[in-house]
């Protein structure tokens, strides 16, 4: 409900789980956010558990007739807690770390839930996930299937492995979040697979089970996976005609994109993704698992911010933050676009303003020439979109804290599920060593 007037046409508008009251108060999911840094402070990441909800009901439905495990990209948000939400719909964890792994078990993920992908597990990692007894290992090079091998046998086990195969497939996202293409350093060449099958007969402490794949992120066209699938599909018959090898079932990887601003409308339609699958790997009738990360958190989230100080140079006029690029850094790392929303709404007209942070960096910016009403210090603002790879990548850079994060109950409830980690507590584990 928006109260746009037609003088201010041009005001950011709102969109997801975001919208202006009558009153022109921002709520996320129906909670007005203003009075939540009054009690946790600011900067603030506040994400929306009804979002989260209802993008996993989104999902499940859309693929009804594949039924998948939906195994959740840990990395995109990996506070226990929002885990703990995703989990309690029976969803599963995908996982890169043996860090990302602990925190999937903390959050009541369970172990046959979960599986182990990243380019470079070390040895304890490997045995962390064969400890943990996980659905599978995703592997990606000769190397590791050898130590993946190795640390089994050292346990007595004999670990379960999908071949993560990197179909060479473009998936027209941003160059520095694009994963299946050649020249990329994830997966294996699609076609060194069917060798590598035959090769692994000789491990006799790993256990072929899957092939998997994971072609990028933010994707906005099914047809890079819609290829990739026919790829794997194509991979998977080869295998078991030529090779006898029959896989017990295929893991599609993540990478569905969302909407950043309202222009995006409402992104992809999963609809559209499980008719591609169901196309290309539905006549192969196995268990499917999907991965998504930032589809289910993404627009989920906020990070609210204070106008500190304001000021005009040249012909800039400048909103200098209280967040940096120490708490949100996607902007500085991939020069991605987040819609920007004042927590109260204005009737006066925009003005393009320049929204940068106290970080001593050029990079330190996170819009130019971004059309708001003219703020003022004090005002408040919502950077959207901020559910997924915003809080994970915060650091200390420049001496600051990582930011607080609370979660809104599925009731509406409030509840602060990580402190702010200050300075002081840096500087604690240094004097005390
Ligand atoms: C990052 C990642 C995902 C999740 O990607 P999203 O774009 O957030 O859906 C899934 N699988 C693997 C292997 C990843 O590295």
């Given at each position: 409900?928006s109260?746009?007037s037609p003088?201010?046409?041009?005001?950011?508008?709102p969109f997801?789980?975001l919208s202006?009251?009558?009153d022109?108060?921002l709520?996320?999911s129906g909670?007005p956010?203003a009075?939540l840094?009054?009690?946790?402070?600011?900067?603030?990441y506040?994400?929306?558990?009804?979002?989260?909800s209802?993008?996993?009901?989104?999902?499940?439905t859309?693929?009804?007739?594949?039924d998948?495990l939906?195994c959740?990209?840990?990395?995109?948000?990996?506070?226990?807690?929002?885990?703990?939400?995703?989990a309690?719909?029976g969803?599963g964890?995908?996982?890169?770390?043996?860090?990302?792994l602990k925190r999937?078990?903390a959050?009541?993920?369970?172990?046959e839930?979960?599986?182990?992908?990243g380019?470079?597990?070390?040895?304890t990692?490997l045995e962390?996930?064969?400890?943990?007894?996980i659905l599978q290992?995703n592997?990606?090079?000769?190397?590791?299937?050898e130590?993946l091998?190795a640390a089994?046998?050292r346990?007595g086990?004999t670990?379960?492995?999908?071949?993560r195969?990197?179909p060479?497939v473009?998936?027209?996202?941003?160059?520095k979040i694009?994963?299946?293409?050649r020249?990329?350093?994830?997966?294996l060449?699609?076609?060194?697979?069917?060798?590598?099958?035959?090769?692994?007969e000789a491990l006799s402490h790993?256990?072929?089970?899957?092939l998997?794949?994971?072609i990028?992120?933010q994707l906005?066209?099914?047809q890079?996976?819609?290829d990739?699938?026919?790829?794997?599909a194509?991979?998977?018959?080869h295998?078991a005609?030529?090779?006898?090898?029959?896989?017990?079932?295929?893991?599609?990887?993540?990478g569905?994109g969302?909407?950043?601003s309202?222009?995006?409308?409402?992104?992809p339609d999963p609809?559209?993704?499980?008719?591609a699958?169901v196309?290309?790997?539905?006549?192969?009738?196995?268990?499917?698992?999907m991965?998504?990360?930032r589809f289910?958190?993404?627009?989920?989230?906020?990070?609210i911010?204070d106008v500190?100080?304001?000021?005009?140079?040249?012909?800039h006029?400048?909103?200098l933050l209280?967040?940096?690029?120490?708490?949100?850094?996607?902007?500085?790392?991939?020069?991605?676009y987040?819609?920007?929303?004042?927590?109260?709404h204005?009737?006066?007209a925009?003005?393009p303003?320049?929204l940068a942070?106290?970080?001593?960096?050029s990079?330190?910016?996170?819009?130019?020439q971004r059309?708001?009403p003219p703020l003022?210090?004090?005002?408040?603002l919502a950077?959207?979109?901020a559910?997924?790879y915003?809080?994970?990548?915060?650091?200390?850079?420049n001496?600051r804290a990582?930011p607080?994060e609370v979660?809104l109950?599925s009731?509406?409830?409030a509840?602060?599920i990580?402190?702010a980690i200050?300075?002081?507590?840096?500087?604690?584990?240094?004097?005390?060593l």
């Amino acid at each position: 409900m928006s109260v746009v007037s037609p003088e201010n046409a041009l005001a950011p508008r709102p969109f997801g789980p975001l919208s202006y009251d009558a009153d022109g108060v921002l709520q996320l999911s129906g909670v007005p956010l203003a009075p939540l840094t009054a009690q946790y402070g600011s900067p603030l990441y506040v994400y929306s558990a009804a979002h989260i909800s209802e993008q996993i009901q989104r999902l499940q439905t859309a693929f009804a007739r594949l039924d998948p495990l939906i195994c959740y990209a840990v990395k995109a948000n990996m506070n226990t807690h929002v885990i703990a939400h995703v989990a309690s719909h029976g969803v599963g964890a995908d996982v890169v770390s043996a860090g990302e792994l602990k925190r999937a078990l903390a959050g009541g993920v369970s172990p046959e839930k979960i599986v182990f992908a990243g380019v470079a597990k070390q040895p304890t990692e490997l045995e962390a996930g064969l400890e943990a007894g996980i659905l599978q290992f995703n592997v990606e090079s000769w190397a590791e299937l050898e130590a993946l091998n190795a640390a089994a046998g050292r346990m007595g086990k004999t670990a379960p492995v999908a071949l993560r195969v990197n179909p060479d497939v473009d998936a027209h996202t941003l160059a520095k979040i694009t994963t299946g293409t050649r020249g990329n350093k994830f997966g294996l060449p699609f076609d060194d697979i069917p060798a590598l099958v035959s090769q692994m007969e000789a491990l006799s402490h790993v256990r072929l089970e899957a092939l998997a794949m994971h072609i990028g992120s933010q994707l906005l066209k099914i047809q890079p996976f819609a290829d990739a699938y026919r790829r794997l599909a194509d991979l998977t018959r080869h295998l078991a005609e030529e090779q006898g090898t029959r896989l017990q079932r295929l893991d599609m990887g993540g990478g569905l994109g969302i909407p950043y601003s309202p222009d995006d409308g409402s992104g992809p339609d999963p609809v559209d993704l499980a008719a591609a699958a169901v196309e290309h790997l539905g006549p192969l009738d196995l268990p499917i698992i999907m991965e998504p990360g930032r589809f289910l958190v993404g627009n989920a989230g906020v990070m609210i911010a204070d106008v500190v100080y304001t000021k005009n140079s040249y012909d800039h006029r400048f909103l200098l933050l209280n967040a940096g690029m120490n708490d949100l850094m996607r902007p500085a790392l991939y020069d991605a676009y987040h819609h920007v929303l004042p927590l109260m709404h204005s009737e006066v007209a925009t003005v393009p303003q320049d929204l940068a942070g106290p970080i001593c960096e050029s990079t330190d910016v996170f819009a130019k020439q971004r059309l708001l009403p003219p703020l003022d210090e004090g005002a408040q603002l919502a950077f959207c979109t901020a559910g997924a790879y915003c809080a994970v990548l915060a650091n200390h850079y420049n001496g600051r804290a990582l930011p607080a994060e609370v979660l809104l109950e599925s009731d509406g409830t409030a509840r602060l599920i990580r402190p702010a980690i200050s300075d002081e507590d840096m500087i604690a584990r240094e004097q005390t060593l």
